[in-house]
C-alpha cells in the first residue's frame, strides 16, 4: 500500500541551527501539507502547497519556516532559526487531486532542539 | 474562527463494552468531516469522511454519524487493538489549501 515517507524519524539540534525534514509524498498525489503537533497537544496545521506554490499557511508558518519541492519525489520543511518552542512532531501529508479532503499522513519527524 | 471539541479526553473499556466519542464543532459552512486514529508516536490514519447532516459511515466495530453541530463515532464490542486516540477534523468550505482542524481527540483504551 502506498504511504508517506519522512526522514529523518527523530532530529536533535541545538537552539539557532537550521534544520530540514524530508517527506516523500505518495507518487500520483499534487496537494502536499505540513502538520506540527507539540507533545499534549492539538494537530496544527503549518502550509499546504500545490502546483509548486503555498496555497495556505497558518500564522505558525513565519519567516522562519519554509517549503520547497526540489524534485519529483520530496516535499521538504525548512526552519532556518530554530527555537525551543519548535520542539514538536512534525508530519507531511499529501492528498490526490479530486478527492475531497482525505490526507494521507508520514510517520511523522520528532524534532527536540535544546 | 473554527473550533472543534472531542469529549470525552479519555475512555477506559472493557472489551467488548460498546460506547461513544463525540466530536463537536463550530465552522463557517462545512466542506467535511474527517476522522482519523493516531497511535503513540505514529501519524494520525484517516477512517472516515462525512460531508453532510444525516451521513453515516461503518468500518468494522466503528460508524461515524454527523449532524449539524456534532459527530459520533460509535466503537462497537471494541477489541484491545482499537485502543488508540481518534482525532476528529473539519474541513471549512472557505479553506482554500484544505487545511483541517483537528480537536484534541480521545484516548480510547480497550482492556481485555
Known amino acids: 500500500e502506498p504511504e508517506v515517507t519522512q526522514t529523518p524519524s527523530h532530529q536533535v539540534t541545538q537552539m539557532g541551527q537550521e534544520v530540514i525534514l524530508r517527506c516523500v509524498p505518495i507518487?500520483?498525489?499534487?496537494?502536499f501539507y505540513w502538520y506540527r503537533q507539540i507533545l499534549g497537544q492539538k494537530v496544527e496545521f503549518l502550509v499546504s502547497?500545490?502546483?509548486?506554490?503555498?496555497?495556505?499557511k497558518s500564522e505558525i508558518f513565519d519567516d522562519q519556516f519554509s517549503v520547497e519541492r526540489p524534485d519529483g519525489s520530496n516535499f521538504t520543511l525548512k526552519i532556518r532559526s530554530t527555537k525551543l518552542e519548535d520542539s514538536a512532531m512534525y508530519f507531511c501529508?499529501?492528498?490526490?487531486?479530486?478527492?475531497?479532503?482525505?490526507?494521507?499522513f508520514g510517520e511523522g519527524s520528532r524534532l527536540t532542539v535544546l | 474562527e473554527d473550533q472543534v471539541t472531542q469529549s470525552p479526553e479519555a475512555l477506559r473499556l472493557q472489551e467488548g463494552e460498546s460506547s461513544s466519542l463525540n466530536c463537536s464543532y463550530t465552522?463557517?459552512?462545512?466542506?467535511?468531516l474527517f476522522w482519523y486514529r493516531q497511535d503513540p508516536g505514529k501519524g494520525p490514519e484517516f477512517l472516515f469522511t462525512?460531508?453532510?447532516a444525516g451521513e453515516e459511515k461503518e468500518k468494522e466495530r466503528l460508524k461515524a454519524t454527523l449532524t449539524k453541530k456534532e459527530s459520533f463515532l460509535h466503537i462497537t464490542a471494541p477489541k484491545p487493538e482499537d485502543s488508540a486516540t481518534y482525532l476528529c477534523?473539519?474541513?471549512?468550505?472557505?479553506?482554500?489549501?484544505?487545511?483541517?482542524?483537528f480537536g484534541g481527540g480521545t484516548r480510547v483504551l480497550v482492556k481485555p
Open positions: 501529508a499529501s492528498r490526490e487531486s479530486g478527492s475531497t479532503g482525505e490526507l494521507f
Open positions: 507518487s500520483n498525489h499534487l496537494y
Open positions: 502547497f500545490y502546483n509548486n506554490e503555498i496555497s495556505e
Open positions: 465552522v463557517s459552512g462545512l466542506r467535511g
Open positions: 462525512l460531508y453532510s
Open positions: 477534523a473539519v474541513r471549512p468550505l472557505k479553506a482554500a489549501g484544505n487545511k483541517l482542524t
